[in-house]
Nanobody, 122 residues
């Protein structure tokens, strides 16, 4: 089993920044790929960013150049730095884990956190 706990969500004005963190336990973190997904009300869960065990990264087109995913294997933590936030970034953000290689499909991640709310205001 893998336990994931997100933190860092909140309310921010458009153009502002937030940094989400996800603490992992129960599995060898260094051999896991970690992903961030989000779900807005009435919408499906969508891919945001992911990082492989080798630190290779993937980003959704909508966040490229604004969001940065990173991992700290010494602390079993993955972070999502979000800059230039837009109204459409408002959603519940989820951290997820899978073995080794990052992919964009949420169905390929067996482990999920409980989510953290990000609200961007005008």
């Amino acid at each position: 089993q893998v336990q994931l706990v997100e933190s860092g969500g909140g309310l921010v004005q458009a153009g502002g920044s937030l940094r989400l963190s996800c603490a992992a336990s129960g599995r060898t973190f260094s051999s896991s790929a970690m992903g961030w997904f989000r779900q807005a009300p009435g919408k499906e869960r969508e891919f945001v960013a992911a990082i492989s065990w080798s630190a290779g990264t993937l980003y959704a087109d909508s966040v490229k150049g604004r969001f940065t995913i990173s991992r700290d294997n010494a602390k079993d933590t993955v972070c999502l730095q979000m800059n230039g936030l837009k109204l459409e970034d408002t959603a519940v953000y989820y951290c997820a884990a899978r073995p080794l290689v990052a992919v964009t499909s949420p169905a390929m991640y067996p482990y999920w956190g409980q989510g953290t709310q990000v609200t961007v205001s005008s």
